[in-house]
Every structure is written in structure tokens, then in C-alpha cells.
């Protein structure tokens, strides 16, 4: 069954370019955070990068950084590597906790 009122196209434009609006706002804030995160990244690289560690809990930072990097790079369904770097890190974690118990 048709309406019997015709539909007003410029009340749902309106909106339509509202929303447009808010798009390209909410883009233009996420891109600048993007660009605002990649900065501070490359500044935590340089740092790490500086200077070897200077004791283990150093390196380990250092590699739990660069396994991190490496874990959002995989692809979801390489369980495999997922769980070595798991266990890579609960082992940085129990190695860790021992060298402060001695």
C-alpha cells in the first residue's frame, strides 16, 4: 500500500549531511590520534634503540616491545606462533620474578 503523503526529501538530507558532518569530524580526530600514536611509537623506538639494556629487565622490555609488534602483525589464525608468544612472555615473567627473589 503506497503512502498518501509524499515524502519530504530535505528534512532526510538534513540528517543525511548532519551525519556527513560528524563523519568527517570523527575521521579527521581519529587520523590526528594516528598520526599523534606513530609519533610517539617512532620516539619509543628511538629510545629503546639508544643504548644496549642496561640489565635484564631492560631487555626484557625491549622484546616483550618487539613480540608485541610481531603479534599484531599475525594472522588470526596462526595459533601456534599466538601461543609461543605467550609462553615467551609468562617465561620473561617467571625468570623475572626469580632474578628479584635472589
Known amino acids: 500500500m503506497m503512502a498518501d503523503q509524499p515524502t519530504n526529501l530535505d528534512a532526510h538530507r538534513g ?6 558532518t560528524d563523519l568527517r569530524r570523527l ?4 587520523e590526528a590520534d594516528q598520526q599523534a600514536l606513530r609519533t610517539r611509537q617512532a620516539e619509543l623506538e628511538d629510545l629503546l634503540a639508544a643504548a644496549p639494556a642496561s640489565d635484564w629487565h631492560e631487555a626484557v622490555e625491549k622484546a616483550r616491545y618487539l613480540l608485541g609488534l ?3 602483525s599475525l594472522d588470526a589464525s596462526d595459533l601456534r606462533r599466538r601461543k609461543l608468544i605467550d609462553r615467551v612472555m609468562a617465561d620473561f ?3 623475572l620474578d626469580k632474578t628479584t627473589d635472589d
Open 70 to 72: 610481531f603479534a599484531q
Open 93 to 95: 615473567d617467571h625468570l
Open 15 to 20: 540528517m543525511a549531511a548532519q551525519k556527513a
Open 27 to 30: 575521521r579527521s580526530e581519529v
